[in-house]
């Protein structure tokens, strides 16, 4: 589906469907038979109440809708081959929680992302399992490590069926050897309030890859109160606007007196809601424009559908006197809706469009509405993006033959053998992985590393496999406390591990945010992919803050 079709009626309308069911049950009594919902939900699962999915952890390699994509499909099945092939008890398994089922026109991550962030974490397991690159445990420890299992949790269209998915996870914890929850997709309340009871009433760990929600690590339930066992690999949104503030002022060159933000004022959004606090305080004299995106409750068909008048209306009061930088403090799904409505209207036709915003643009590098406003030159659309493959430099002209005299950074090694391992191919910086094991090597596309997201959500896995190998024996006994003071080593420059995006590390009282962070901007072309036009962007004015402590 592209992001603006319309999903079929009954992922639409769960509430509605289940009206349905009562009336065709009713029906059937009479003497007419209607066709009912065929979905039946595997091990771990049950049907969402909220959404027409299923929702829970997924033991059994099943289905979570019946109109899943046959490529999703085709990832469950790897995923639940490595889990077979696991065989004994000396093993743990790790979550990646994510809407894994979203519903085109209403939710505003799409199933790429679900896609992206899959192949990310199995490479993660595949490395943990067949090379040796997430093997080291403490000094003393003798003993084999435990190979990893990769558990998938769909929390339903809006993560909206989230306590049914966390309540699925504690059933399944001790028999399947659960130590931690990674993913979680986007920073908004239903999220929030699963972090705040994996970590409270389950004492599960949980890592985020890609949330940048500055509240994530508050519990929902007391915002006085820092979640202690929450841990993410991506930056906070004031961090992400420290990084575009400096490409506006240092790069860029435009005074803050002329820029615009569109900003969206929806309630439980936390993704929103810190994107515009920072970009207020970040950007002085800049000048605000709010609209209302829909919320979950509102009976609209597409999202897009609500907005055209915000826009329409909102192009006449920009385009009097057009800002020359626009910073959309919105969701990725809304700028499509954005600038069709600056191009096509009477005030903004054939005006420029510098549009920079955060990560979640991501949602835009496939919304055709997008592309073909970019292609016309009137429209330039970049944002801060969490991680890309040349945020450490590339391979010289685009050549991949292994090169041992190349001297890469450190950084860049990292990430060439990740890349390497994703790919199943070599790369100007690393040779093809040959596991010992004789296991078969991956083949995901290279072009799915263009986004950072599988980058990001295999760092989670990863900190999730050595925060459980290094825990030793006593991580399926108290899987929190035990992991707890390990991932608490990784602080500082001397507690840092190497990851995919960067090297990953937490303040001293960071309180699980990482520390150190640099990010890449990236410009998305009229094909969709996105190019890194400049990199090394601090997420603090003080680059070194946190480092050393």
């Known amino acids: 589906m592209s992001p603006v079709d319309v999903a079929p009626w009954n992922r639409r309308h769960p509430v509605l469907?289940?009206?349905?069911?009562?009336?065709?049950?009713?029906?059937?009594?009479?003497?007419?038979?209607?066709?009912?919902?065929?979905l039946s939900c595997g091990d771990g699962m049950v049907g969402g109440d909220k959404t027409d999915a299923c929702v829970g952890v997924n033991l059994s390699g099943d289905r979570f809708s019946d109109d899943q994509p046959e490529r999703l499909t085709g990832l469950v099945n790897r995923v639940q081959a490595n889990n077979d092939a696991v065989t004994g008890d000396n093993y743990v398994s790790i979550v990646l929680m994510l809407n894994m089922s979203p519903v085109?026109?209403?939710?505003?991550?799409?199933?790429?992302?679900?896609?992206?962030?899959?192949?990310?974490?199995?490479?993660?397991?595949?490395?943990?399992?067949?090379?040796?690159?997430?093997?080291?445990?403490?000094?003393?420890?003798?003993?084999?490590?435990?190979?990893?299992?990769?558990?998938?949790?769909?929390?339903?269209?809006?993560?909206?069926?989230?306590?049914?998915?966390?309540?699925?996870?504690?059933?399944?914890?001790?028999?399947?050897?659960?130590?931690?929850?990674?993913?979680?997709?986007?920073?908004?309340?239903?999220?929030?309030?699963?972090?705040?009871?994996?970590?409270?009433?389950?004492?599960?760990?949980?890592?985020?890859?890609?949330?940048?929600?500055d509240r994530m690590n508050l519990d929902v339930r007391d915002e006085s109160r820092y979640l202690d066992g929450f841990y993410r690999i991506a930056p906070t949104n004031t961090g992400t606007v420290v990084a575009a503030t400096s490409y506006i002022a240092n790069q860029l060159r435009i005074d803050f007196k002329d820029v615009a933000i569109v900003e969206d004022n929806t309630a439980d959004d936390d993704y929103i809601a810190t994107l515009i606090k920072a970009a207020h305080s970040r950007m002085p004299g800049a000048t605000p424009y709010p609209f209302t995106s829909p919320a979950a409750s509102d009976p609209v068909q597409r999202r897009d559908d609500s907005l055209k008048g915000q826009f329409g209306y909102m192009d006449t009061l920009l385009c009097k006197q057009p800002p020359r930088l626009v910073y959309f403090a919105g969701r990725g799904a809304d700028i499509g809706t954005f600038v069709t409505s600056w191009a096509h209207s009477g005030t903004c036709a054939n005006k420029p469009l510098h549009l920079l915003t955060g990560d979640d643009a991501l949602e835009a590098t496939v919304d055709h509405r997008v592309l073909e406003a970019v292609a016309t030159g009137q429209v330039k659309v970049q944002y801060t993006a969490l991680a890309s493959p040349d945020k450490w430099g590339s391979c010289p002209d685009g050549d991949t033959t292994p090169r041992p005299d190349r001297k890469a950074s450190d950084e860049r090694k990292v990430y060439a053998d990740f890349e390497a391992a994703f790919t199943g191919k070599a790369n100007c910086d690393a040779d093809k992985p040959v596991p010992a094991d004789g296991a078969a090597p991956l083949d995901f596309p290279v072009d799915d590393l263009a986004t950072g997201q599988s980058m990001i959500a295999h760092d989670a896995v990863a900190l999730a496999v050595l925060a459980a190998r290094r825990a030793g024996k006593g991580v399926l006994a108290d899987p929190f406390s035990s992991q707890r003071g390990i991932l608490q080593?990784?602080?500082?420059?001397?507690?840092?591990?190497?990851?995919?995006?960067?090297?990953?590390?937490?303040?001293?009282?960071?309180?699980?945010?990482?520390?150190?962070?640099?990010?890449?901007?990236?410009?998305?072309?009229?094909s969709g992919k996105a190019t890194t036009v400049f990199t090394g962007l601090p997420t603090t004015d003080d680059p070194n803050a946190g480092k050393d402590c």
């Open 489 to 526: 080593q990784v602080r500082c420059a001397n507690g840092l591990i190497p990851g995919a995006s960067g090297p990953i590390r937490f303040g001293k009282d960071s309180h699980g945010d990482p520390v150190g962070v640099v990010l890449p901007i990236m410009d998305i072309g009229k």
């Open 104 to 213: 085109a026109g209403v939710d505003t991550a799409t199933v790429d992302d679900v896609y992206r962030n899959v192949e990310g974490a199995l490479t993660a397991v595949w490395r943990a399992n067949h090379m040796s690159t997430f093997s080291q445990t403490l000094p003393g420890d003798t003993d084999p490590v435990p190979a990893i299992k990769l558990l998938l949790a769909n929390t339903g269209s809006e993560n909206a069926d989230w306590e049914a998915t966390v309540d699925q996870i504690a059933k399944a914890k001790e028999d399947n050897h659960i130590t931690a929850v990674t993913g979680l997709s986007q920073s908004t309340t239903p999220t929030r309030q699963a972090v705040a009871k994996l970590i409270t009433g389950t004492g599960i760990p949980v890592i985020g890859a890609s949330v940048t929600g």
């Open 17 to 38: 469907t289940g009206v349905a069911v009562v009336v065709i049950i009713a029906s059937v009594v009479v003497g007419v038979v209607f066709l009912v919902r065929s």
